[in-house]
């Protein structure tokens, strides 16, 4: 009996003598946080939001930020189009996946086949939503507000060597568990970041969003093979 109070005053006393704060401070579980958000995910049916995205490629010195309008609808519609440079787009209909971008390339659309070819959109969100736990490694990295609004940063590293992707940062909302912010640090060392912004859930999105006809005299480069 002695020695069961003994150890028990002792663990008190250890626990005293850390820094003030330092238990309050425990890091949140980056495994229950990512689950929780991808419930949240699975009950969104359609999904819009304004959208700035901004790219640092480190290799060329360049910094660029692009705005536009980004859309999702259940189960594989997803489009990317830009006010910021206009007529920019990336576009699938769930079937077929167009890249169109005239502020680069103005006489060139790219179209790929992805039906039946899992991860085929280039989908931040989805993308990162998909059975995380068994494609990543995740760890909480931070806390941060984005748009006046408390988030979870969490890291997600790949366990698959041959990824497209070393690391991405996921802001997941502390209220409503959306993505609010994707950070994407390719393998070329290029850093892309979506932040999402006026986010709607769950209301009509017209079909023609997730169409799109290449304008006379463009030319389609079939990407699928």
Same mark, same amino acid.
């Given at each position: 009996?002695?020695? $069961?109070?003994?150890? *028990?005053?002792?663990?008190?006393? *250890? ?16 495994? *229950? ?5 991808? +419930? ?13 995205? $901004? ?33 920019? #787009?990336?576009?699938? @209909? &769930? ?33 990162? #939503? ?16 984005? &748009? ?5 940063? #969490?890291?997600?590293?790949?366990? @698959?060597?041959? +990824?497209?992707? /070393? ?9 409503? #568990? ?11 060392? +290029?850093?892309? /970041? ?18 799109? =006809?290449?304008?006379?005299?463009? /030319?389609?480069?079939?990407?699928? =093979?």
């Amino acid at each position: 009996m002695r020695k $069961s109070m003994l150890n *028990a005053i002792l663990g008190v006393l *250890a626990l005293a003598a850390w820094p003030p704060g330092r238990l309050a401070a425990q890091a949140p579980d980056p495994a *229950a946080i990512t689950d929780r958000a991808v +419930a949240a995910w699975q009950a969104v049916r359609s999904f819009r939001a304004d959208f700035t995205q $901004s790219v640092r490629d480190p290799m060329i010195g360049t910094d660029d930020t692009t705005r536009g309008d980004f859309f999702q609808q259940r189960p594989n519609k997803f489009a990317m189009r830009w006010r910021e440079p206009r007529g920019d #787009l990336i576009v699938s @209909d &769930g079937e077929t996946l167009w890249v169109y971008l005239p502020s680069a390339t103005p006489n060139q659309a790219v179209r790929t086949t992805i039906a039946g070819r899992p991860g085929a959109t280039p989908d931040v969100v989805a993308e990162f #939503l998909e059975r995380p736990r068994e494609r990543f490694s995740i760890t909480w990295e931070r806390g941060e507000a984005v &748009g006046g609004r408390a988030a979870d940063v #969490l890291a997600f590293v790949p366990r @698959d060597r041959n +990824a497209p992707y /070393r690391r991405v940062l996921l802001w997941i909302d502390r209220g409503d #568990l959306l993505v609010r912010r994707v950070e994407i640090t390719e393998a070329s060392g +290029a850093v892309r /970041r979506v932040t999402l912004e006026r986010l709607r859930v769950n209301g009509a999105i017209p079909a023609s969003t997730f169409t799109f =006809r290449p304008p006379a005299g463009v /030319r389609v480069v079939d990407a699928t =093979r």
